[in-house]
């Protein structure tokens, strides 16, 4: 059964100083990887959604999958006030649709 | 982006009774999924449906749950009768497609059973 993991638990943040979220998975077998965030009592907002080894750049957000060490990373460059929230990482098989969640990163960006 | 919504945003209700949270989904997505997820813990599966059908579901998606989606109206999650463990945020989804699309998230509904 596929198990997905994020770390750190929390991050804290200068404003415009990079942020890096890590995120492992157990199933070598997994196609489609996604990040998304939640600010406080909202739903998900999809940042950038990847499907091979290498990076993924969506505006100030980059991922970076590494299958072989089941890793993908997101980057988030020059974060503001605002980016502060709930990082979750999403992983599902082209087989199936279901996500499989991590328990998240909760980000704070100080100005 | 894309919006779903889902109503109502809270609901509270006795043990034992009867609930139907609704999700109206993106116009013209096809799948449509529920999330569960408990105060502090991780968002988890319940469920997928496509077609008229459910697709794959969780153990999380017990016997006392049921969806359905009547005549493309809103998606619904039944659960009859319900448990104190059913306490939980549900978040509906909706994706143009299968695995491959986007799954677009409503803000979901919380749900208290004392």
């Known amino acids: 059964q596929q198990k997905v993991q994020q770390s750190p638990e929390s991050l804290t943040v200068s404003e415009g100083a990079m942020a890096s979220l890590n995120c492992t998975f157990s199933?070598?077998?997994?196609?489609?990887f996604r990040w998304y965030r939640q600010h406080s009592g909202k739903g998900l907002e999809v940042l950038v959604s990847?499907?091979?080894?290498g990076e993924k750049e969506e505006g100030s957000f980059t991922a970076h999958l590494n299958r072989a060490s089941l890793h993908v990373f997101l980057h988030i460059r020059e974060p503001q006030p605002s980016d502060s929230a709930l990082y979750l990482c999403a992983v599902s098989h082209n087989a199936g649709a279901k996500l499989t969640f991590g328990g998240g990163t909760r980000l704070t960006v100080r100005p | 982006g894309p919006k779903v919504l889902q109503i109502p945003s809270h609901q509270i209700i006795d043990m034992g009774q009867m609930v139907t949270l609704n999700c109206d989904p993106v116009s013209n997505h096809l799948y449509f999924y529920w999330y569960k997820q408990i105060l502090g813990q991780q968002m988890e599966f319940l469920v997928n449906?496509?077609?008229?059908?459910?697709?794959?579901k969780s153990k999380l998606f017990k016997d006392q749950f049921s969806v359905e989606r009547p005549d493309g109206s809103y998606f619904t999650l039944k659960i009859q009768p319900t448990a104190l463990e059913d306490s939980a945020v549900y978040f509906c989804?909706?994706?143009?497609?299968?695995?491959?699309?986007?799954?677009?998230f409503g803000p979901g509904t919380r749900l208290t059973v004392l």
């Open positions: 449906f496509y077609n008229g059908k459910v697709m794959e």
């Open positions: 990847i499907f091979s080894d």
């Open positions: 199933d070598r077998s997994s196609d489609n």
């Open positions: 989804a909706s994706s143009l497609g299968g695995s491959s699309y986007e799954q677009y």
